[in-house]
Structure formats: structure tokens, C-alpha cells
């Protein structure tokens, strides 16, 4: 009886019908955008906080959008982020498989590697000035150090955790090192490396403001700088949000070449 009844209620559970298809998860991201708006309108019309209204910060957008400052500052982060990450994915993607591939290189990379991540690469942007100048090359190499160490990471652990089970039965067909590495290991390794891949776009975003928080003529980061010497909270927040829908902008083009990448994967 009591199996009866906890299989009329799963079945009752399995009969709740969830959105689950892309237009009903846009509906539901959308309404979440909304929600999040309206609290922040409704905290900061009570002044519970001292931070400008949506309504302020849409004004300010505007008034930016209008002069052309906010898209020569978007541009100009955008440049130097799209540069040092492309950079830096472009070279640890190899750099990470010939770490997982072959161990006298793993060897010899993977100790520098390990080093380098100790040191956030917001600390690297003194000597970078310091040593390149203050033009655009120590900005965008700083955003390739942490675009590149986050990916070859990402990259070498996804060669090493290959099922050694399906490269054996690669070998016992007669498959060769090279069929095998384009075969077996590239493929099984793509989900991580895309994985790198976003978590090097975040840091490249987050090294860019930083490095034009030091040194810059432009930028979004340099708009914030600018716009703190003078309390100027509206413009702080415009381009707080400009980096946010730039970043998911760039997040979700990422996440569309995975699930084309990795569509043979099986996924929740």
C-alpha cells in the first residue's frame, strides 16, 4: 500500500510540468533582471543605502551614450580584453597539452606555471608599467598572464584525466600517437578547456579594469577612476554594468562554441 501510494505521488511530482525549453529560460532570466531592478529601486527610493537610482544611472548612460564617452570607453576595455585573451587562450591551449601529453615537458613547464599562479596578475601591473611603459602593452599582457594561466591549467587537466581505458583501445586498433592525440585526446579534453576558456574571460575583464585603474587615457576602468574623484556614483555604476553585459555578452558567444564543441556530451 505504501509503495502504491509513493508511486502515485512521484508520478503525481513527474506530472508538475517545468520550463525547461531556451524560451521559457529566457523568460525566467528576464523576469530575474527585472526583480533585481526593482529592489534596487525600491532600496535606494527608502535611502537605505547612498547609491544612485536605476533611473539616475539610466540618465547617466544616456548622457554618455550621446557624448560618445561610453562607447569609446567600452571599445577601448573591450580591444585590450579581446587581445590579451585571444593571446592568451591561443598559447595555452598547446602549452597545456603538451603538459598533459608529455611528461619531460610537463616537467619542465608545469613548475614556472604553478609559480606564476601564485601571483594574482593585478600584482604583476607595477612591473609591467615599469618595464613596458604605459601604452596599451602592459595592460593587454597582464590580461594575457591570467587569460593564459587559467587555460593552460584547464587544459593539462583535461589531457591527464583522459580515460586511459579509450586511449588502450585506440592503441589495439592500431591507431599511432598522433591519431590518438586528435582522436581520443582532444575531443575528451574539450569540455575542460572550454571551462578555462570562461574562467579566463572573467579574469581578463577583472585585470583590465584594474590596469586601467593604474595606468590609462580610456577605458571603462579609467571612466570609474575618473568618476570616484569626484563622488560621481552614477557614472561608477554605468560602467559597472557596461563590464557586466560586455562580459556576459562574451560569456555567452563562449558558451554557444562549446555547446557546438561538445555537443556529443551528454549534459543536465
Known amino acids: 500500500m505504501a509503495v502504491m501510494e509513493s508511486e502515485n505521488t512521484s508520478g503525481k511530482a513527474r506530472g508538475i510540468p517545468l520550463p525547461t525549453g531556451p524560451l521559457a529560460m529566457l523568460v525566467i532570466n528576464i523576469v530575474a533582471v527585472v526583480f533585481g531592478i526593482s529592489m534596487w529601486a525600491l532600496v535606494t527610493s527608502y535611502g537605505v543605502v547612498g547609491l544612485p537610482t536605476p533611473l539616475a544611472v539610466a540618465r547617466q548612460a544616456v548622457i554618455q551614450a550621446q557624448t560618445g564617452l561610453l562607447w569609446s570607453d567600452a571599445l577601448a576595455s573591450l580591444g585590450r580584453v579581446f587581445t590579451g585573451f585571444a593571446l592568451g ?19 619542465i613547464i608545469e613548475p614556472y606555471v604553478q609559480f606564476f599562479r601564485t601571483i594574482p596578475p593585478l600584482a604583476i601591473i607595477p612591473l609591467a608599467i615599469v618595464t613596458m611603459g604605459i601604452d596599451e602593452t ?13 587555460s593552460v591549467v584547464a587544459t593539462y587537466q583535461g589531457v591527464i584525466s583522459v580515460d586511459r581505458t579509450m586511449i588502450n583501445a585506440a592503441r589495439v586498433l592500431g591507431a599511432n600517437d598522433f591519431t590518438i592525440f586528435r582522436r581520443v585526446i582532444v575531443p575528451a579534453s574539450l569540455p575542460y578547456i572550454m571551462v578555462g576558456v570562461r574562467i579566463g574571460l572573467g579574469s ?14 580610456s577605458g571603462l576602468g579609467f ?13 561608477i555604476f554605468v560602467s559597472l554594468i557596461s563590464i557586466g553585459i560586455l562580459g556576459l555578452i562574451m560569456d555567452r558567444i563562449v558558451m554557444a562554441i562549446d555547446s557546438v564543441l561538445t555537443a556529443w556530451q551528454e549534459k543536465l
Open 223 to 235: 571612466r570609474m577612476q575618473q568618476a570616484q574623484l569626484y563622488y560621481d556614483l552614477a557614472t
Open 89 to 107: 587562450i591561443l598559447i595555452a591551449i598547446p602549452v597545456g597539452f603538451l603538459m598533459g601529453w608529455y611528461k619531460v615537458a610537463r616537467a
Open 138 to 150: 602592459p595592460k593587454i599582457f597582464v590580461i594575457f598572464l591570467a587569460s593564459f594561466l587559467s
Open 204 to 217: 581578463s575583464w577583472s585585470t583590465v579594469v584594474a590596469a586601467e585603474l593604474i595606468a590609462a587615457q
